[in-house]
């Protein structure tokens, strides 16, 4: 199992940039006293942590079968990726908020507020060069679908996690600048506070939203139904084949599916031939569909019609 390259392509722009802007950040905020600067450098940090993490989980995931896991460790990805959901709630959005609420019942004016501003600007280009792969990379993976069909379909959590990540901390990069812009006109320090507290629920709003996306992939998530029509099809073809009566599919990783058939024979098909049979089906799946990677065919009976 190879994870997506173009995810490993998204964690490290995002990682590389998210690195840079926290440090630009926290030295804003010690020299102005900014708490939507201070706030911004947090969520930066817990950005990083994140793809850490989510790369973690992807070098974790590749990992063949074993005795303990005969699936192999595909959905190791899914695990962390919902770690870095709960952190960004409890982190990322606890603090900002914490620390908005703080500065908003104690108001600390703006000091050297140009330094704020310059800082915004050189996050706005780093995070929008992130921002900007991410979103050619999940544009181009997601076809026809609309993106947050695209979303609520994708199985490879890395490639819409930076993409709510970088969108959330534009977003926030915008809120901390209308605080400091809003203290400096009005003389209250307030907004500044409360810019915080905006870049909070934001992103708690981000990270219901992955922790959701995330759960259901590490619950298991059945295949395209595309996928799962054209195996019915290549099985019901077969001339032993009367019908497929049952077939499962779960994601166990981005790129890896389980798959098993309930499958009804020909009667007077003999039981070496289903067996031979049941071989070839397989063989035909997975050079089809690498993406198969554990398939279980099972004879089964027609079942039979229920009397009235």
């Not at 199985?155 to 901390?169: G, T, Y």
């Not at 020909?266 to 089809?288: C, Q």
């Amino acid at each position: 199992m190879t994870e997506p390259p173009e995810s490993r392509l998204i964690l490290f722009a995002a990682l590389a940039a998210n690195l840079g802007i926290a440090v630009a950040k926290f030295v804003a905020a010690a020299i102005t006293g900014s708490s939507a600067m201070l706030t911004e450098g947090f969520h930066s940090v817990v950005d990083s942590l994140n793809q850490l993490l989510l790369l973690y989980g992807q070098k974790r995931s590749i990992r063949p079968p074993d005795e303990r896991h005969p699936l192999g460790y595909g959905r190791e990805l899914y695990f962390w990726s919902f770690v870095v959901a709960i952190l960004i709630f409890s982190t990322g959005a606890g603090l900002s908020i914490y620390e908005g609420v703080l500065h908003v019942l104690d108001p600390e004016p703006i000091r050297t507020p140009w330094v704020n501003y310059v800082v915004l600007a050189l996050s706005l280009l780093l995070e929008g060069a992130s921002w900007g792969i991410a979103v050619r990379e999940f544009g181009a993976a997601k076809g026809e679908h609309g993106w947050w069909e695209a979303v609520r379909q994708s199985k490879d959590p890395p490639s819409f996690i930076v993409l709510f990540e970088d969108s959330a901390a534009m977003f926030g990069l915008f809120v901390a600048g209308a605080g400091i812009t809003l203290s400096l006109m009005t003389g209250d320090a307030r907004w500044d506070g409360v810019a915080s507290i905006v870049i909070g629920l934001a992103l708690a709003g981000v990270a219901l939203a992955l922790a959701r996306e995330s759960k259901d992939l590490l619950i298991g998530e059945p295949a395209d139904p595309a996928l799962e029509a054209a195996v019915r099809a290549a099985i019901d073809r077969r001339p032993e084949v009367t019908g497929v009566n049952e077939i499962t599919t779960v994601h166990i990783g981005p790129q890896a599916i389980f798959l098993g058939l309930a499958v009804d024979f020909e009667d007077e098909v003999p039981v070496g031939r289903v067996e031979a049979m049941i071989a070839e089906a397989e063989a035909e799946l997975r050079a089809r569909w690498p993406a198969l990677r554990a398939i279980y065919i099972k004879p089964q009976a027609k079942p039979s019609p229920e009397l009235p």
